[in-house]
């Protein structure tokens, strides 16, 4: 039976740009599998007459918007969000492997999980390329956790089997194995995905990388996730490691691990003809920019990749990002954006922050046309916006004169009370 939503609807046409109805309508329906999809949408005068027998449900003065896309998130890391740190490496020695040692337990995985899903739901994530850890059980636990809400997820299993501490640190063929073995069980099974996850190019010998780049080869629609040129000290330690290499990025190239559904995240100190070479090969920057604030790690070029149009989408990188909210980490792209010193500064127009979090981010996923956006075809992952959630927040958005000064207001002053409702793509 088709359902329908009565509210403003916002959506994005096929360039990325906004399209508002101040009361629109959003008409869903099961296809052949029994998920629910976007069947139509527009205005209400325009839509309704198509679908008089519809269940319509009015919601006046909500927004009806597409659930937000995570291109980079560490769920292991749920626990260590907010830790104090001087920088990334010590970050990493003091919070993180310790944090993560602790998911060789099923039940503990089990239960960070859960956890992480909810503050997800809460805050209007509704698909993610995730992080979990070296352990095998830490990916089973993600996907049977997503896998019971019936989420759109993507993770992979840690691949670190160098200058790693004990209990992160894992055996080269038998994580190759292991990645392998988890791929034929979760990939592509209801609408979970696998990807491939070597942690970042220094914690993973020659063999492991090879390894990883034959299953990238044998396994074309999986996804390809790392880290690279997050932080100074990284880059030298890349180099020192790789000698031979062009750049940091070209690491990766050179054990075939940059293609469609390649993500890296971070991708600061990086130069035109690494983001050429992501462009040439849609391998996407995965900006995640509360964490780089956090650990001040530097700035991601916006101008410099819209000039040479190399993919890029936006993440929270919780636990080194401050937050799950991606009302939080599209503020603070544009406090990024703006930072002109070392590089040239822009202001990102409110609705391509917004864009760059939904149906920007899908596209630089492989998922175009299937998450981040409401228009007809799509999975029905939306978000019922209450733009009064608060006081000061209602004020602001009835001031406001157009849809970029609107989304912006709800950027600058929204957090997970302004989700009033996450609604997923359920089958059945």
């Known amino acids: 039976m088709k359902k329908?939503?009565?509210?403003?609807?916002?959506?994005?046409?096929n360039a990325g740009l906004p399209v508002f109805d101040e009361d629109g309508l959003l008409v869903v329906a099961p296809d052949a599998a029994g998920r629910q999809r976007v069947v139509d949408?527009?205005?209400?005068?325009?839509?309704?007459?198509?679908?008089?027998?519809?269940?319509?449900?009015?919601?006046?003065?909500?927004?009806?918007?597409?659930?937000?896309?995570?291109?980079?998130?560490?769920?292991p890391q749920t626990d260590i969000i907010g830790a104090p740190s001087p920088g990334l490496l010590p970050w990493l020695e003091n919070y993180t492997f310790p944090a993560e040692s602790k998911?060789?337990?099923?039940?503990?995985?089990?239960?960070?999980?859960?956890?992480?899903?909810?503050?997800?739901?809460?805050?209007?994530?509704t698909t993610s390329l995730t992080f979990a850890t070296s352990h095998v059980a830490s990916v089973d636990a993600f996907f049977e956790s997503a896998q019971r809400r019936q989420l759109r997820m993507i993770?992979?299993?840690?691949?670190?089997?160098?200058?790693?501490?004990?209990?992160?640190?894992?055996?080269?063929?038998?994580?190759?194995?292991?990645?392998?073995?988890?791929?034929?069980?979760?990939?592509?099974?209801?609408?979970?995905?696998y990807a491939i996850t070597p942690r970042f190019a220094p914690t993973s010998t020659d063999a492991q990388m090879r390894g990883a780049g034959e299953l990238a080869a044998k396994y074309g629609d999986t996804w390809i996730q790392s880290h690279v040129a997050e932080n100074r000290d990284e880059v030298q330690w890349a180099r020192e490691l790789y000698p031979k290499s062009r750049s940091y990025l070209d690491v990766y190239a050179g054990f075939g691990l940059m293609r469609e559904r390649a993500v890296y995240a971070h991708c600061i100190y990086i130069d035109d003809e690494d983001r050429r070479l992501m462009r040439e090969t849609k391998t996407a920057a995965a900006v995640s920019p509360t964490s780089n604030l956090f650990l001040g790690s530097g700035f991601f070029d916006f101008g410099a990749a819209d000039r040479i149009e190399s993919p890029y989408g936006l993440a929270s990188d919780v636990g080194g990002g401050t937050s799950f909210s991606p009302f939080h980490t599209m503020l603070a792209a544009y406090y990024v954006g703006r930072e002109g010193q070392t590089k040239t500064g822009l202001s990102i127009p409110p609705s391509r922050l917004w864009w760059h979090h939904t149906g920007g981010a899908a596209r630089s996923l492989g998922l175009d046309g299937v998450v981040g956006n409401l228009q007809?075809?799509?999975?029905?992952?939306?978000?019922?916006?209450?733009?009064?959630?608060?006081?000061?927040?209602a004020r602001k958005t009835k001031l406001a004169n157009t849809l970029e000064e609107m989304l912006f207001a709800m950027i600058v002053l929204g957090d997970d009370r302004l989700v009033e409702r996450t609604v997923i793509s359920q089958a059945g």
């Open 103 to 125: 998911f060789v337990d099923p039940a503990h995985s089990r239960e960070v999980a859960d956890v992480f899903f909810d503050e997800l739901l809460r805050n209007g994530v």
């Open 4 to 13: 329908a939503y009565r509210a403003s609807l916002l959506r994005f046409d």
């Open 155 to 193: 993770t992979g299993k840690v691949l670190q089997d160098r200058n790693s501490p004990d209990g992160v640190r894992d055996e080269t063929e038998q994580s190759l194995i292991d990645t392998e073995s988890l791929i034929r069980k979760w990939h592509n099974v209801d609408r979970l995905g």
């Open 376 to 393: 007809p075809g799509c999975e029905a992952d939306f978000l019922v916006l209450n733009p009064s959630a608060t006081p000061l927040l």
């Open 41 to 75: 949408a527009g205005s209400h005068a325009a839509v309704s007459p198509r679908h008089s027998d519809a269940d319509v449900m009015h919601l006046p003065g909500r927004i009806l918007a597409p659930g937000f896309v995570d291109m980079h998130i560490h769920f």
